[in-house]
């Protein structure tokens, strides 16, 4: 047995449960990217994750981007580029995908995009939260139960509501600052369960 946590390797790292994966491991699309012990759960099937991003067209070509060590609850949605209608038109109505002599109506235009969806590392989304298109939720960030996420969150923010606003700062500025510059989520795993007891705590002195 590995005396350094689980295998990040595994689909399922908790034994005769089913309901929470290390999510890169069922990940199938390209253009999903998961960082390592990022694990997901679902009250019904974990491959309901991928049926959860939505609007995610090949041809749009962006990616959602998941760093480690992040906790996703059971019904996430996220919300990608391939849902933006023309904003600034006459009409916000998609004509050119129906054919039928509308085929030329976005001919030199292009619909939105507003990039990639990128969460940090260390992040928690809670149950049933919706995180739109273009935005970074910052490491060490907190997104509350039922949340719509429309703009970034800053790091270890705790943010909830629709849209979201920040609720509070978990740490003060001094204590985020070390934190993100001591980047725990990268170290070795070797070091990472060393620090397991200091990670739980509070006194960032004990992690230098």
Known sequence: ?????????????????????????????????????TYYDDFEDVHNFEKNVKYHFDFTGDKLIIGKFCMIAS??????????????????????????GWEGAMEGRSYPNKGDLVIGNDVWIGYNATLMAGITVHDGAIIAANSTVTKDVEPYAIVGGNPAAVIRKRFSVEKIRELLAIKWWDWDIENITRNVHNLTGNDISKLK
């Not at 390797?9 to 012990?37: H, M, Q, S, W």
């Open 1 to 37: 047995m590995s005396q350094n946590g689980p295998d990040k390797n595994t689909i399922y790292p908790l034994a005769g449960y089913e309901r929470l994966c290390f999510l890169k491991n069922i990940i199938e699309n390209p253009n999903i990217v998961v960082g390592d012990y």
């Open 75 to 100: 019904d996430v949605k996220f919300i990608m580029n391939g849902a933006n209608h023309l904003n600034d038109s006459i009409s916000a109505y998609p004509f050119a995908i129906f054919g039928n």
